[in-house]
């Protein structure tokens, strides 16, 4: 069911709010145990939010989101409820205080059945580095969701919860969209706040609603977009009413179509299922156009020097003494520092501190970061120029099928280039939507549809218009 069908049940009083909650709950009482998407179910907190949800629709208090039930990616500071980041060092820390999102959310009357699963502190592309336990793939339960918010996409497709929101350093919205056949939207940097949402790379990281369509998508963004004085990095700008672009008629749009990103080692059932999309959008009366990124090339070199270096920074806060988990027994205050992070932090985490913490380092930060930096810089305006043109561009969300879970989790380079398609577009800080766009072999493929800074409307409007032309949203795995 989506938001805007359970909204119109909830508004009619044909179903209350308890009674959708309790049937959630029972949903993930039942397929919890074959997906895991799940690390804290709040029962409790969740029935009693539905009963004040239900107090409001009786007065006629109905946002579209009031009553509904969803999933927040244990990455989002949630009050008297613990917020892990699927980490160790974090798995008994229960935040003071609410994320934007959070505030937000519960303002607009959300039930929020739980925290999802991802990859520990949201570094990873499959939802394999939680420390507590792997989620799967709804699809096929042999394969990975994608990640780093896996939990939340797989919810969605497992119908464990009506939406979620999960957050997209580097693909990790859009990448588990892709895999798990769902809708998930990256916002443009700065559209909405990330107070409250744990710190990997700070340059990079957004906030953004997993869903089951473009419309339900729409409502999310209408909540929680907006300014924000308490995150320094958001931008100021009216959030306009995205369920106004959803009109279905995209004629005379202007699409590009990166060559780029036709990159040699994708699939090509991959290349074959976009290729057939791009067509339906061209049968829609849109204008398809290639244009070239050749800087593309550069920017998994780029994300990867950028994000560990802000991540070796922000982790540096986990020391043992403030927060958290704490290794008892140490001799001195540097050994306790060492024993916490050596058990606190998985070791993909460890990686990309060393990373990060190599690339800052004196002598190597002009060679690295610095480069990284101007080369960040050459990827942006060549996306700017590619707008000059274009309304939008089409990609693949991802270069392969969903793969096994444990096939790339020895092999760090072949798991980052799973995110080669969406790593650009949190460089250049623009806003990106995956949706189905068809199967191979019942695995799931989603295409990406990129637009300039603040064009959330553009990116809606064609995704939704591809969707009511198609019907791929609308299938679902059995479990």
């Known amino acids: 069911m989506t938001i805007h069908e359970a909204h119109k049940l909830l508004e009619e009083k044909q179903v209350s709010s308890v009674e959708l909650t309790k049937v959630c709950l029972d949903r993930i009482q039942q397929v919890e ?25 009786a007065d006629g208090d109905v946002n579209p989101l009031t009553g509904i039930p969803a999933l927040i990616k244990d990455v989002m500071c949630t009050r008297g409820v613990r917020t892990t980041c699927s980490s160790k060092m974090l798995e008994n820390f229960v ?51 994608g990640g780093s918010s896996g939990g939340s996409a797989a919810a969605v497709a497992a119908g464990e919860a009506i939406y979620t929101l999960g957050s997209d350093t580097g693909g990790s919205i859009r990448q588990p ?21 744990v710190a990997f790379a700070s340059s990079l990281d957004q906030i953004g609603p997993l869903t089951q369509d473009v419309t339900d998508c729409a409502l999310v963004m209408n909540v929680i977009a907006g300014h924000d004085s308490r995150d ?26 990166p060559k780029e990103y036709f990159v040699e080692g994708m699939q090509s059932e991959v290349e074959a299922v976009i290729k057939a999309a791009i067509s339906k959008l061209e049968g829609m009366g849109a204008v398809i156009g290639e244009v070239s990124l050749p800087h593309t090339r550069h920017a998994l070199a780029v994300y990867y020097i950028i994000a560990p270096s802000e991540a070796s920074a922000n982790l540096a806060r986990y020391d043992g003494t403030k927060y958290g988990f704490r290794y008892q027994g140490a001799d001195t205050m540097w050994d306790t520092m060492d ?43 060549e996306f700017d120029e590619a707008f000059e043109k274009f309304d ?63 064009a959330e409307e553009t990116i809606l409007k064609i995704a939704h218009a591809y969707q009511q032309a198609t019907d791929w949203h609308k299938r679902k795995p059995e479990l």
């Open 177 to 197: 969209a892709g895999f798990c056949s769902v809708t998930g939207l990256k916002p443009t940097y700065g559209r909405v706040s990330r107070y409250g949402l």
């Open 392 to 454: 939008a561009l089409v990609t693949p969300t991802s270069p392969t099928v969903p793969f096994k879970i444990g096939e790339k989790v020895d092999d760090p380079v072949q798991m980052y280039l799973a995110d080669v398609c969406t790593l650009p577009i949190n460089i250049a800080g623009l806003p990106g939507i995956s949706i189905p766009a068809g199967f191979a072999d019942n695995l799931p493929i989603g295409m990406q549809i990129i637009s300039k800074p603040f």
């Open 95 to 145: 935040p003071p205080y609410d994320a934007a999102v959070v505030e937000k959310l519960n303002e607009a009357g959300m039930v929020m059945v739980g925290k999802a699963n991802m990859d520990e502190f949201a570094m990873g592309s499959s939802t394999e580095h939680s420390a507590f336990f792997p989620t799967h793939n709804p699809w096929d339960l042999s394969r990975v969701p």
């Open 33 to 57: 145990p074959k997906v895991g998407a799940i690390v804290t179910v709040t029962e409790e907190l969740a029935l009693e939010q539905a009963r004040k949800a239900d107090e409001l629709i």
């Open 339 to 381: 024993k916490t992070r050596q058990y606190g932090f998985g070791a993909e985490v460890k990686r990309r501190i060393m990373l990060g913490t190599y690339a800052l380092s004196a002598g190597y930060y002009d060679a690295y970061y610095l480069k990284a930096q101007k080369v960040r810089t050459l990827i942006r305006r």
């Open 232 to 257: 320094s990095t958001s931008a100021p700008y009216h959030v306009p009413d995205y369920t106004q672009c959803l009109t279905g008629d995209i004629k005379g749009m202007k699409i590009g179509i």
